[in-house]
């Protein structure tokens, strides 16, 4: 029985490697449509080189395209517009460093991939109608110098030389994923590399390579947070050596591509329940064929063990037979399908795998947990103490003591000493472990954040007069009595006597002009209170009976003010805070009974916010910043109006950034016109009648706020 499985297994294997009849078919009937076909695949071994001659219908202008994968070590030639006509899509060489070749063909285009045991260095050259291949192992000059001869011996041509290679650059990125790649841009893409992990780290040899001075360095890679946190860049002798350093569970893919090679390291997530662990699919074993007619159950899986080096455990429940034929499967899938075929599960630990049919597996389970749950109800209780350094423990106290928590056991107890701020818990010793991480997690310092709101006001005024005024006046005595005065405008000047003489009590006719001026200024008839801007032109007679007087009046003023307030507050992440300037009014206030008393009414400048620090670095704030500002010169019953300008936002800002949250543009024109009726209104004699007035008024208020999340050196200055 044991010989038949043998045999069954290594025919199954075999079957890996050789194509169906249909398959071979195709591959045939594609070669014969393409333009360009293999006819013809030889290998050598001379010198220590390894040569691989592929003999193509006819001949290429140049050599084929080609990339490196690293880790499993092989190397691909591309051929486009060409067939395979070997016969065949894989070949076992088992030569040196060459195990085998798969020649694939995919439409009309070829490849040819050399799987190696390791990364060898290679060169390609097209002789007539063949594509000659030299792997060439990294030695000693002089196995490099027979090594040249033997090639060219084998390919009929000049031998090839190789220069010094060296690398040009070492870079690190973060993959979209996650990832840590090392890009290393070399000079030349037939440079030897080995890569091979030694302990926790990864150790890439670059073979007879050398690396300029400012490339030889440590690199500290952690604040990328991928699995590598260091990297070291030397040179040893010939070679230069990187070594990589990851942490925590992770695998590795390396490759090639013309000067550029990449080292590319993945975080995994261990499964204890997934036979092998990585993250590129959910089977991720080494293939296998499987051919088998009507086989035990337990033979199969004593076959899978020899294949994988598990420990496989089988109960004695396992029975009964199957047929399978399975071809290139992951072994883990292999298994997979075998255990629900028969109705089986499955449980690993470390490297042993116990199998069983599912119904006994989740009673054995069930039975345990049951045993666990008794042991709990009788394990003896623990006390501990819990230091709270930056929570209250007051709060913790209350989350613990409410009916819905979950960290404490139906036998849990939690007392709260609030001078001390600590906690007193007793529970079994799951539990606490449970609570001392919870407790590790939350109770950690607040980061502070500090505010800073900039509120600007801008005023800017403008005021134009423009009038023109005319008076007449006549003071001669008529027959009306003592005396009369006619006239118009501002035209009086002085007081006069019964008989039309000038009162002598009076000062000088052109002190009394400018005092009129003065006194029609502040008359409210649209003149400014100065005389600035106002020009007056006066005649009269010898004897001053009779006045003509003209003022002309033009004044214009500008204004520009601007205010500036930036309160400041520091505050703790998710704490609100709150700081004001200002004044308080007092009023009186009555009562229904009809007493009096004293209330204030608060005109201040205050920002509130309560900001709240994201994952990814930026804050989220909640804002009110208020400015009043009480009007003493509109008072009403000496109780001041408040003019009050109040923002209230919540906005999503960078650390350090600054925002406008909010704005308030005022613009006001008036003009005033004063004319005396009906000759203010004539054209052009009515501007001798008539004054005007034009006022514009601008104002602005803009509030910027500017947070910034407190680092530990950072201090207020």
Do not use: C
């Not at 390396?254 to 550029?260: K, M, R, V, W």
């Not at 994988?308 to 883990?332: A, C, E, H, Y």
């Not at 906690?423 to 407790?439: E, G, N, P, Q």
């Not at 109770?443 to 005024?469: H, S, W, Y």
């Amino acid at each position: 029985m044991r010989n038949r499985i043998g045999t069954l297994l290594l025919a199954a294997l075999t079957a890996v490697l050789t194509p169906g009849a249909s398959a071979l078919a195709q591959s045939t009937e594609q070669a014969q449509s393409a333009g360009n076909r293999i006819e013809a695949m030889e290998v050598a071994e001379q010198g220590g080189s390894i040569f691989v001659r592929l003999t193509l219908k006819d001949p290429l202008a140049a050599p084929p395209a080609s990339f490196s994968v690293a880790n499993p070590a092989r190397i691909a030639f591309d051929f486009p517009s060409t067939g395979n006509a070997l016969g065949r899509s894989v070949q076992v060489i088992e030569q040196g460093d060459l195990r085998s070749a798969n020649i694939v063909q995919a439409g009309d285009r070829t490849r040819v991939v050399l799987n190696l045991v390791k990364m060898t260095p290679y060169e390609t050259r097209v002789d007539g109608r063949s594509v000659v291949i030299a792997l060439t192992p990294v030695s000693t000059n002089a196995v490099s110098t027979s090594v040249s001869q033997a090639y060219a011996n084998f390919a009929e041509a000049k031998p090839v030389v190789a220069g010094g290679t060296s690398i040009r650059d070492i870079n690190f990125r973060r993959g979209k994923d996650g990832e840590g790649r090392v890009l290393v841009q070399l000079s030349s893409p037939e440079t030897g590399i080995d890569i091979r992990q030694q302990g926790g780290n990864l150790v890439v040899e670059f073979l007879k390579t050398a690396l300029p001075e400012h490339l030889r360095r440590k690199s500290d890679v952690t604040d990328f947070a991928t699995p590598i946190t260091g990297m070291v860049a030397q040179q040893q002798g010939d070679n230069v050596r990187l070594v990589v350093t990851p942490n925590g569970l992770w695998e590795h893919n390396a490759y090639q591509s013309d000067d550029q090679f990449v080292l590319e390291v993945k975080r995994v997530i261990e499964d204890p329940n997934k036979l092998v662990q990585g993250s590129r699919g959910r089977y991720e074993g080494e293939k296998l064929s499987l051919n088998f007619q009507n086989i035990d159950v337990r033979s199969v899986l004593q076959v899978i063990a020899d294949f994988t080096n598990f420990n496989i455990i089988t109960s004695d429940s396992v029975q009964g037979s199957l047929t399978l034929r399975l071809k290139d499967v992951p072994w883990d899938q292999a298994l997979d399908i075998i255990l629900q075929a028969k109705g089986l599960d499955m449980r690993k630990n470390g490297n042993v795998i116990w199998i069983a049919p599912g119904d006994e597996l989740a009673a054995r389970e069930k039975l345990q947990l049951e045993a666990k749950a008794q042991i709990n109800d009788l394990e003896p209780l623990v006390t501990e103490s819990f230091q709270i350094n930056y929570h209250k423990a007051k709060e913790i106290f209350d989350f613990l003591k409410s009916k819905d928590q979950t960290m404490l056991s139906k036998r849990g107890s939690v007392v709260v000493d609030d001078r001390s701020n600590k906690l007193f818990v007793t529970d079994v010793a799951a539990r606490l472990t449970s609570l001392r991480r919870l407790v590790t997690e939350i109770d950690v310092a607040p980061r502070q954040v500090l505010i800073e709101a900039r509120i600007v006001e801008a005023n800017k005024t403008f005021a134009r007069d423009l009038g023109v005024r005319l008076g007449y006046g006549d003071a001669k005595n008529r027959s009306l009595g003592g005396g009369a005065k006619l006239g118009f405008g501002s035209s009086e000047f002085a007081s006069y006597n019964a008989d039309g003489t000038i009162n002598t009590s009076e000062t000088a006719p052109l002190n009394g002009v400018l005092r009129r001026i003065g006194e029609s200024a502040t008359s409210g008839e649209g003149f400014g209170k100065t005389g600035f801007g106002v020009m007056n032109l006066t005649l009269f007679n010898s004897s001053l009976t009779r006045f003509l007087n003209l003022e002309l009046q033009a004044l214009e003023s500008d204004g520009r003010g601007r205010v500036v307030s930036s309160p400041r507050v520091l505050t703790a992440n998710q704490v609100e805070a709150r700081i004001e300037q200002g004044t308080e009014i007092p009023y009186l206030e009555a009562s229904s009974s009809g007493a009096t008393s004293v209330s204030f009414k608060k005109a201040v400048l205050s920002l509130k916010v309560k900001p709240q620090i994201t994952p990814d670095g930026r804050l989220q704030l909640s804002i009110e910043v208020n400015k009043d500002r009480p009007l003493y010169e509109n008072a009403l019953a000496n109780i001041p109006p408040i003019e009050t300008k109040n923002v209230k936002s919540e906005v999503l800002i960078e650390n350090g950034g600054t925002v406008v949250i909010g704005g308030i543009y005022e613009e006001e024109d008036t003009t005033n016109i004063d004319r005396v009726p009906v000759l203010g209104e004539l054209p052009v004699v009515g501007a001798l009648f008539r004054t005007t007035s034009k006022v514009a008024n601008r104002k602005e208020l803009l509030v910027f706020i500017t947070p910034r999340i407190v680092s530990d050196a950072l201090t207020l200055r």
